[in-house]
């Protein structure tokens, strides 16, 4: 057998499979399509609390992170309030260094990280998998993302429901308030979804997101959205966009099936993100970690199958998919405007976003 595990994707999932499995002492392969990790981003990259504190997303150099206790929410007409909720805080990233860091970690534990290298199709063989250019692997993850080869070429379930979230950087650039997260909620800009606007380490990103709709595709419109609400958010005036981000986020749940036959999925592949706040990088990270260490454990002390771990292991998110389908057909405005303060709604948005 050429490796034990071979993983798709080296960003949040598959940089955790893999460094789980590669802690226990497997032979771990991680083929990445980009030459470059930081490169071509489809995520904002803010990082929740609990993911720096519980995961080794806490080790992260200081420089590539800035923390943030504050979120600063805005109603379609612009009146805000300020959450907070006390020991709360986000990172947010220099991105592009943070996936160059994981990569850099890959490789001190030991991981064959190829870069440049797609996936294309895998066989199975026996007990093993057959990933062609790559060779022959006990265990195949896919941690490709929304739109997973691995799901597809391994007959494993596809994610359902996105939303499409588009990003602007603003390198250099300075937020007024650059203490908070601001975020705007538009069912005209952003349906189903909300706005953006951070500081980051290095300058500031400015986002928004809205509910995908294959049958009638709508492009968030950031320009439009910038020019509405940039100068509540303090964001300078004539400023010029850097690099765009975007991407669909899996919003309908994990998918099913999620492993069978030692091809299993995690992170955006497996549907492993918040339907409500379309967080992803927590859930992905603590669901890819139990999968690395399953496999070692299955392969090394037979453990019980990493498939059913996967499986059981996977968030099932109820009550949050029953919030993201409530939130689908709230079709007005107006209830924020009106009752963004009240103390029962504020409450509630600190339960999201903090809680
Ligand atoms: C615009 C946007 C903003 C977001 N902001 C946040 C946020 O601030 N915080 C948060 O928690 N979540 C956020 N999310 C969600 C979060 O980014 C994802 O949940 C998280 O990145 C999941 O990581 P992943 O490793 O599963 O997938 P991805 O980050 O999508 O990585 C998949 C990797 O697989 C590689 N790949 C794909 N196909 C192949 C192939 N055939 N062969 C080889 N390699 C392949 C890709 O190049 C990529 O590196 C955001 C998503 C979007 C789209």
Redesign the pocket.
């Known amino acids: 057998m050429d490796h034990d595990l071979i993983v798709?994707?080296?960003?949040?999932?598959?940089?955790?499979c893999a460094l789980a499995a590669a802690q226990s002492g497997l032979r771990v392969c991680v083929?990445?399509?980009?030459r470059d990790?930081g490169d071509?981003?489809?995520?904002?990259?803010?990082?929740?609390k609990e993911?720096a504190e519980r995961t080794l997303l806490g080790e992260l150099p200081a420089h590539l992170t800035r923390r943030v206790e504050r979120v600063q929410l805005y109603a379609p007409n612009l009146k805000q309030v300020a959450l907070a909720a006390p020991g709360s805080y986000?990172l947010?990233t220099d991105t592009p260094g943070v996936?160059r860091w994981l990569a850099e970690q890959l490789r001190a534990h030991g991981v064959d990280l190829r870069l440049g290298?797609?996936?294309?199709d895998a066989k199975r063989v026996g007990d093993h998998w057959h990933v062609d250019g790559v060779g022959r692997a006990r265990y195949l993850v896919g941690?490709?993302?929304?739109?997973?080869?691995?799901a597809d070429r391994c007959g494993l379930g596809r994610v359902r429901g996105f939303?499409?979230?588009?990003?602007y950087e603003f390198p250099h650039a300075r937020l007024a308030d650059p203490d908070a997260l601001h975020c705007f909620i538009s069912k005209r800009h952003a349906p189903g979804y909300i706005g953006?606007i951070?500081q980051n380490p290095g300058g500031v990103q400015a986002?928004l997101?809205l509910r995908h709709d294959p049958a009638h595709v709508r492009v968030p419109d950031l320009d439009t959205f910038l020019l509405r609400v940039g100068q509540a958010g303090g964001l300078p005036l004539r400023l010029t966009p850097g690099p765009t981000?975007?991407?669909?986020?899996?919003c309908s749940g994990p998918v099913w099936p999620l492993a069978r036959d030692g091809a299993i999925l995690?992170?955006?592949?497996?549907g492993?993100?918040?339907p409500v706040?379309?967080?992803?990088?927590?859930?992905?990270?603590e669901h890819?970690w139990t999968v690395g260490r399953a496999v070692a454990a299955h392969l090394r002390q037979g453990g019980p199958a990493p498939e059913s771990v996967a499986i059981d292991a996977a968030p099932r998110f109820r009550t949050k998919r029953a919030l993201r389908w409530a939130y689908d057909r709230m079709p007005f405005d107006w209830p924020f405007d009106l009752l963004l303060s009240a103390p029962p709604v504020r409450w509630a948005a600190e339960r999201v976003y903090f809680g």
């Open positions: 798709v994707g080296a960003s949040f999932a598959g940089a955790a083929l990445e399509r980009k990790p071509k981003l489809r995520t904002t990259g803010i990082i929740v993911a986000f947010t996936m290298t797609a996936f294309r941690a490709d993302g929304a739109r997973s080869r691995v939303l499409y979230g588009i990003e953006w951070a986002g997101a981000r975007a991407g669909l986020i899996p995690t992170g955006d592949a497996a492993i993100v918040s706040t379309a967080g992803g990088i927590h859930a992905s990270w890819a």
